[in-house]
């Protein structure tokens, strides 16, 4: 059975570098073709896909975020990390984590985590 | 980067009726297309895949259709458990996009 679930601040400040975590289980990063996907979702709004990181540890971004992102892997520990730097506003969303494989689409998803940013 | 448009923000629907969702992407993304479903409070869950498979446990009344530019999710018999939000997405090339999203209510 795969699961994931995100953990984060909840609320953190602006300017400050957002720390996100998947815990995942039921697969494994090691495994050929396997790859995980970080999305977010403002309130009421659509989804906007972030990046990903794939068994092999290939790693790609959002273009339009890309200097702020960074997306890491711990396969021993089944987690992946995202880190946002220089937070605003704008990134307040519910942040989910996702499986993906074979670069197909996202079929399983965690639950997602509500951040906050706020002075 | 390719841009999905789902036209209808909005569409009414009643208990039993066919509705059709539709999505289009600003170039040819083949059939790499998923639908999402997602409902207030929760995580998206996968429907179709490929554009047009089923993913496992999704109802039958659920069916997925094109390929290229244009994309139709349809929902026959609508069921009050249908009232959602769908996302389409393309994953045929980096960056991944969804588009915007279709809510469905009931009239």
């Known amino acids: 059975q795969v699961t994931l679930k995100e953990s984060g601040p909840g609320i953190l400040q602006p300017s400050q570098t957002l720390s996100l975590t998947c815990s995942f289980s039921g697969f494994s990063l090691s495994t050929s073709g396997m790859g995980v996907g970080w999305i977010r979702q403002p309130s009421g709004e659509g989804l906007e896909w972030l990046a990903d990181i794939w068994w092999d540890d290939n790693k790609y971004y959002n273009p339009s975020l890309k200097s702020r992102l960074t997306i890491s892997k711990d396969t021993s520990s089944n987690q992946v990390f995202l880190k946002i730097t220089s937070v605003d506003t704008a990134d307040t969303a519910t942040y989910y984590c996702?499986?993906?494989?074979?670069?197909?689409?996202?079929?399983?998803w965690g639950q997602g985590t509500l951040v906050t940013v706020s002075a | 980067d390719i841009v999905m448009t789902q036209s209808q923000k909005f569409m009414s629907t009643s208990v039993g009726d066919r509705v059709s969702v539709t999505c289009k992407a600003s170039?040819?993304?083949?059939?790499?297309v998923a639908w999402y479903q997602q409902k207030p409070g929760q995580s998206p869950k996968a429907l179709i895949y490929s554009a047009s498979y089923r993913y496992s446990g999704v109802p039958d009344r659920f069916t997925g259709s094109g390929s290229g530019t244009d994309f139709t999710l349809t929902i026959s018999n609508v069921q009050s458990e249908d009232l959602a939000e769908y996302f389409c997405q393309q994953y045929n090339s980096y960056p991944l996009t969804f588009g915007a999203g279709t809510k469905l209510e009931l009239k």
């Open positions: 170039q040819n993304v083949g059939t790499n």
């Open positions: 996702a499986r993906r494989a074979d670069y197909d689409w996202f079929a399983y």
